[in-house]
């Protein structure tokens, strides 16, 4: 079975500085989409950014980027001049390219961004 | 922007009683999705649905659970009897085309059972 998971429960970065919570992931398929969710306290999922497994360029929107690493099943958010407003819970999350569209999420990583 | 909308944002009902919940996904979204969050815990996929039929389920999906799509925009849960372990957020989603494009979730309802 697909299993996604992050390994850092809680994460904290002082504003204005670089933080990159990990994700890994198992699956034995090639082509495959992976996601960040982010999560405020108002609990909406928001769709961070997205990555297509078989583009080789690493996703950026933004202050967002991704370090997606396909060999090591690895796939890690950096969050650049993080601002307040990036406190949440991250989500990391899978999904097949030919399927239904489940998505199968990560445990969450909560981040605190301090002023 | 158009969202994905979900009412009650808070349910509270006694166990063993009938819940309806209810979205409304974006209008020219083809595919639709519940997820449940227990307090604490990662997100869970439950259903996904396209044309009018379920597209695959999970094991959480028991015969306690249906979803309906009764008119051109709402898309409901229901769960037949209530049981306590059913106490979570239901977070709706839906996707535009196909299922390979992204999808986008709704605020979520709040389920306590008593």
């Known amino acids: 079975a697909q299993t996604v998971t992050q390994s850092q429960p809680e994460m904290s970065v002082q504003e204005a500085e670089t933080v990159t919570l990990s994700c890994t992931y198992d699956?034995?398929?090639?082509?495959?989409?992976l996601f960040w969710y982010k999560q405020p306290p108002s609990r909406q999922m928001i769709l961070v950014i997205r990555?297509?497994?078989?583009?080789?360029q690493n996703a950026t929107e933004n202050r967002f980027s991704v370090n997606f690493q396909k060999a090591a099943k690895s796939f890690s958010l950096k969050i650049s001049d993080s601002q307040l407003g990036d406190t949440a819970m991250y989500f990391c999350?899978?999904?097949?390219?030919?399927?239904?569209?489940?998505?199968?999420f990560g445990q969450g990583t909560t981040l605190q961004v301090k002023p | 922007e158009p969202e994905v909308t979900q009412t009650p944002s808070h349910q509270v009902t006694q166990m063993g009683q009938e819940v309806i919940l209810r979205c409304v996904p974006i209008?020219?979204?083809?595919?639709f999705y519940w997820y449940r969050q227990i307090l604490g815990q990662k997100v869970e996929f439950l259903v996904s649905?396209?044309?009018?039929?379920?597209?695959?389920k999970s094991e959480i999906f028991d015969d306690q659970f249906s979803v309906e799509r009764p008119d051109g925009s709402n898309f409901t849960l229901k769960i037949r009897s209530t049981k306590l372990e059913d106490s979570a957020m239901y977070f709706c989603?839906?996707?535009?085309?196909?299922?390979?494009?992204?999808?986008?979730f709704g605020p979520g309802t709040r389920l306590l059972v008593l």
């Open positions: 989603a839906s996707s535009p085309s196909s299922h390979e494009e992204t999808q986008y």
């Open positions: 699956t034995s398929e090639s082509n495959y989409y």
């Open positions: 990555q297509e497994a078989y583009k080789q």
């Open positions: 999350a899978f999904r097949f390219a030919s399927n239904t569209g489940k998505l199968i």
């Open positions: 209008s020219n979204h083809l595919y």
């Open positions: 649905f396209y044309n009018n039929e379920i597209s695959e």
